[in-house]
Structures are given as C-alpha cells and as structure tokens.
C-alpha cells in the first residue's frame, strides 16, 4: 500500500492534480484529500519554438529601400532627351533637349524634386520619373529635337551629283554634298503653314553676307537666295527657340559658325534640292 501512494504522489507532481485515497486502506480510518501544487513554468521550456510575431521584420535601419536611378549626370541617349522634353512642359529647363545629361538637366531635376517633397538629388529616379510623367504629355518628334541633333536620313538621289545643299523636311537637315560626298550636315527649319518653303530643284543665284530682308526688316545674315526671296541664312530666332517657331519662307540655320563656313565654300550656280 505504501509502494501505491508513493506512486499516486508523484503522479501527482507530474499532472498537478487532486489525489484521494481509497476509502480505508487497512486500518480503519478515512483519509482526507491530499492536493499537491505543482509549479507552472512562466516561459516556455528551452527547446520549444516560440510562436511567430505577428509584425514583419524590418532593416535595421527601419527605413525604406531607395527608389532606383534611372539617369543621372553624364548619361546620354533618347531617355535623357525625353526627360529633358517633359522638363521643359513644366518649365524647369529651357535649354536642349539635347540627350546629354549635363549640369542644367541635373538642376531643373533638383528644382522639380524640392517643389514637390522629394528628396533632391539631381537624379532621376523611379518615383520622380513617375511624377514628372503624370504631370506633361508624350513628346512629339520635335519637342524631342527642338533644337536640332535628329539623325539625318539618306540624301534625295538628286543630290548625288555636282555641288548641292541637299535639305530635307522629313528630317529638318541640310547636306552640303560635293560629288556624292555629305562635306556638313546642320539642322534647318522652314517656314510656317502660311508662307511654307518651296520643294524642288533650283540653284543659288544671289548671296549677300548682311542681308536685311526689306519686307520683314529682319536680319538675314549669310543669306543664299536660291529662290525669289526664300534663302538659305542665319537665324537668331532658330538659335533661341528652336523648331517653336518658323521662318516666312526661308531655311534658317541655328549654328552660326556652320552657316558662315556653307556660306564661304558655296558657289553662285550651285544646286538647291528642297525634299520631303
């Protein structure tokens, strides 16, 4: 009987329970219950794995990743041109496009930023990407070659032989060909819709180093007149504000040293091919 309650309490200790004897165990007497406590463990036993929080790790650092970079400074090519076009839309860069990622792109990027609470950095990353994109509209052919730099296409057939500026609407170049050999390619612009550039063959009969035209009493510097009054010449307007705006007829040049050096080596006589 002994060996049995021995057994009972440490049953006990093990289920922290309530024991009774038997009604009489050979002697006669009742016995009251015995109640044995049992210590609870405040954590689990070593080994055991804990439930999984609830609340995602985070860096150490707590903050968020940076968005990525896109361009930045010293970076080149049609993007950068785009991003230059739409920064124009919003007036935070009146120069180019160009396509070349330089010090003005780097800080109409940084105004663009601190206007709207982003980090300013001067480079153009995912979330300012997006934000400039939401704000302005795809740019046309000629917002994104405003100031010229678009690749000239292949020169017409008809400039391939003898001494010709060979100048196309479809790309807005001029070729200064010699014997089927491109000397020079510049960007040109035309007239407007109201005072358009005439198309076709013709040679250059007149040129004139100062010319002022008498009708608009606007400078025409390093003017070849190859048709009526249109002419092959320099234009201020075109220098400052690009393919914005329009010439009453004529070809105007922005480069300056590029029409003064096509204005030294054309001869009067010499072939003007006006194309699409």
Same mark, same amino acid.
């Given at each position: ?22 009604? =009489? ?9 015995? *109640? ?37 400074? +010293? ?20 120069d180019g496009p160009t396509g070349s990622y330089d010090d003005l792109t780097e800080r109409?990027?940084? =105004? ?7 980090? *300013? ?10 934000? !400039? ?12 070659? !405003? ?14 032989? =003898?001494?010709? !500026?060979c100048i196309s609407k479809t790309s807005r170049t001029l070729r200064w060909v010699i014997? &089927?050999?491109? %000397? ?13 550039? *005439?198309?076709?063959?013709?040679? %250059? ?6 010319? %002022? ?32 705006? &329009?010439?009453? +007829?004529? %070809? ?14 054309? *001869? ?9």
């Open positions: 009987m002994g060996r049995s309650f021995a057994a009972l309490l440490v049953l006990a200790l093990a289920c922290g329970c309530t024991v009774r004897t038997a009604d =009489g165990d050979g002697d006669g007497k009742r016995r009251l219950p015995v *109640r044995i406590e049992v210590p609870r463990h405040s954590t689990p036993p070593a080994g055991d794995d804990p439930k999984p929080s609830a609340t995602p790790s985070t860096s150490p650092s707590g903050a968020a990743p940076a968005p990525a970079v896109l361009w930045s400074r +010293g970076d080149s090519g049609r993007d950068v041109r785009e991003l230059q076009a739409r920064l124009r839309q919003v007036a935070w860069l009146y109409a990027v940084k =105004g663009f930023q601190g206007k709207r609470g982003l980090p *300013r950095t001067g480079r153009t990353d995912t979330v300012t990407w997006k934000r !400039l994109k939401d704000m302005t509209h795809e740019p046309g052919k000629w917002e994104l070659y !405003l100031m010229g730099g678009q690749p000239a296409e292949a020169p017409d057939a008809r400039c391939l032989t =003898g001494r010709v !500026l014997d &089927g050999r491109t %000397v020079k390619t510049v960007p040109v612009r035309f007239g407007s819709v109201g005072t358009p550039t *005439r198309e076709g063959v013709f040679n %250059v009969y007149w040129k004139s180093r100062h010319h %002022v035209s008498t009708l608009y009493d606007s400078p025409m510097p390093y003017a070849m007149f190859f048709s009526g009054g249109q002419a092959v010449h320099y234009s201020a307007d075109f220098a400052a504000h690009g393919y914005a705006g &329009g010439s009453h +007829g004529c %070809v105007n040049v922005r480069d300056e040293a590029a029409i003064a050096d096509l204005f030294a080596q054309v *001869r009067n006589g010499d072939k003007v091919v006006v194309h699409w």
